[in-house]
């Protein structure tokens, strides 16, 4: 693996571009308006909206000009963006605290007649053969489960990076899905869910699919047992055929009695894993052909990523906007409002991939960062959102980028909803921007409050492939202006440390050395 010092970059606020935005800021940029920059510039939609691989991106309503991008831009060179891209993409160890490679984009990249080939490609030829091998056998193991009748039911048990993906690919894909089998995502410790799920079920028509990178997470353990001794009381014994792990420990797996195993490698982040064995439920529910087609969307805005300039680079200039406001304007959170029901949970998703990412306080040296980092994400599908808490982001007194997405052709056959669907889209886009002028102040509507609109031809696994990595990236290019590690996630150690100490305590009532709340709840649970 290549070695690069990412530390050698400098961080967005140690340049000259920083100096300049911040000078910019407080000029003109934080009055800028929408309105008046419409009427002025003919050629705003067309300098701000951009055709990327499946998916195209109206940015025009976000709170900048032509001169605040020319100056991100300048930052985003100035922090070596590119070169720090560049380092992702020949498995550079990007992820210095676990000292591992970030190699994400590898899992989709084709065996042979890539359009593009990183510069130290040749060095992984190794990682790209293991690659297509297990995505070979994981694909035939998923036609054989999927020409298996009597399979009705798969149960992934995983949480985080090892639910998430698949859950949100498998619903948004829902329409590919051979009809006859059902998809359940158990991810909650909480036996209500499992239980739920397996009151349902019948252990010859089951098959688990054990998710987890690490197969350690409690989580995801204490379901897999329950499944097993459930399996085992149903009278199932073929364990062989009604378990699989996916998991970078096969070891474990086979230790817990899964002979039936699918790898992956620790240079896959859990919240990067879909495109890995973990993506397995949604071979299942899509067929292999539709996987591949979904990797090939994914590869596409690789590919853009890698090679368009940053000007015209859709990731990276989401990134440099996300920057703007969340160290310039100081927003705190951003709004993502698919307008299609099957993409009900990209939210969810998105709160991990850039939360449990960027959600940093310290750079790539461990120093306290004096800016702030991760954005809070949250959503719900259009319209439903709009009868909810649409009416903070009309007029309530904190501003919050939203990040529309939407699909130009419908997928079912009811006449009348989806221009519905569309024209309650673009008016909340609208409405957003321009305000409504009203002397009574209840029903004035401020206006200039931003949104960035991204638009799929259609929903189906190439653009949702597409759609997903353009995430990624962004996610990527804004840890690399930061200065971040987003690729580790210490954050959640502590929780997990201090759960392992309260779980005895709850049977035996055990409050030493416990603070007065956790010991005084702990009095009434125990
Ligand atoms: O919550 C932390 C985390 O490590 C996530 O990053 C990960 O996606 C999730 O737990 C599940 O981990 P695993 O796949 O190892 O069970």
Redesign the pocket.
Known sequence: MAAVDLSAFPRCDQTAAWAALKAQFDGSGRAFDLRPAFREDAGRFDAFSQEAPHVFADLSKNLIDRATESLLVRLARECGLEAQRDAMFDGATVNMTEQRAVMHWLLRYPKAGAPWAPQGIAGLQAELAQVHETLDAMLAYAERVRADAQITDVVNI?????DLGPQMAAIALERFAAPGRRMHFVSNVDGHELDGVLAHLKAENTLFLI???????IE?MTNARSARDWFAAQGGTDVARHFAALTTHVAAAREFGITTTFGFWDWV???Y?MWSAIGLPIAIAIGAENFRALLAGAHAMDVHFATAPLEKNLPARLALVDLWYRNFHGFTSRSIAPYHASLRRVPAYLQ?LEM?SNGKRVDRQGQALPFATSPVLWGEPGTNGQHAYFQMLHQGTDVVPVEFIAVREAAHRLPGHHAQLLANVLAQAQALMQGKEDAGGHRHFTGNRPSTFLLLDRLDPASLGALIALQEHRVFCSGALWGINSFD?WG?ELGKVLAKDITPRLATGDIAGLDGSTAGLLRRLA
Not at 211 to 217: L, R, V
Request: net charge positive; charged share 15%; aromatic share 4%.
């Open positions: 995983g949480i985080g990076g090892s998710a987890s990178k690490t197969f350690t997470t995801t982040g859990g919240r894993s991990q449990e996630q959640v």
